[in-house]
Nanobody, 125 residues
Framework: QVQLVESGGGLVQAGGSLRLSCAAS????????MGWFRQAPGKEREFVAF????????YYAGSVKGRFTISRDNAKNTVYLQMNSLKLEDTAVYYC??????????????????WGQGTQVTVSS
């Protein structure tokens, strides 16, 4: 079992920055791959970013590439999402997720086993 708790969401103006954190407990953190997803009002949840167990591999959705950075600190059992140059369309509830799978593309919800409760990010004009 892995428990995930997100924090760091809030209200920010377009062009601003936020850093989301996701604290994990219950299982050796370095044994799970981590991802961030988001769900905007009226839309399906979508992939945002992925980081491998060691932190050495990352990839991003095209809509956030170059603006968002995912990282993890295995000593602190925490994964981060640094969000810069925020746009109105980044408004969503952001979820972190953990995957125990050893082989996957890690782009899809079903590849993740554990989810946080979500944190709201609202970007205003």
């Amino acid at each position: 079992q892995v428990q995930l708790v997100e924090s760091g969401g809030g209200l920010v103006q377009a062009g601003g920055s936020l850093r989301l954190s996701c604290a994990a407990s219950g299982r050796t953190f370095s044994s799970v791959a981590m991802g961030w997803f988001r769900q905007a009002p009226g839309k399906e949840r979508e992939f945002v970013a992925f980081v491998s167990r060691s932190g050495s591999n990352t990839y991003y959705a095209g809509s956030v590439k170059g603006r968002f950075t995912i990282s993890r600190d295995n000593a602190k059992n925490t994964v981060y999402l640094q969000m810069n140059s925020l746009k109105l369309e980044d408004t969503a509830v952001y979820y972190c997720a953990a995957s125990t799978k050893l082989v996957a593309v890690f782009l899809f919800e079903h590849e993740y086993d554990y989810w946080g409760q979500g944190t709201q990010v609202t970007v205003s004009s």
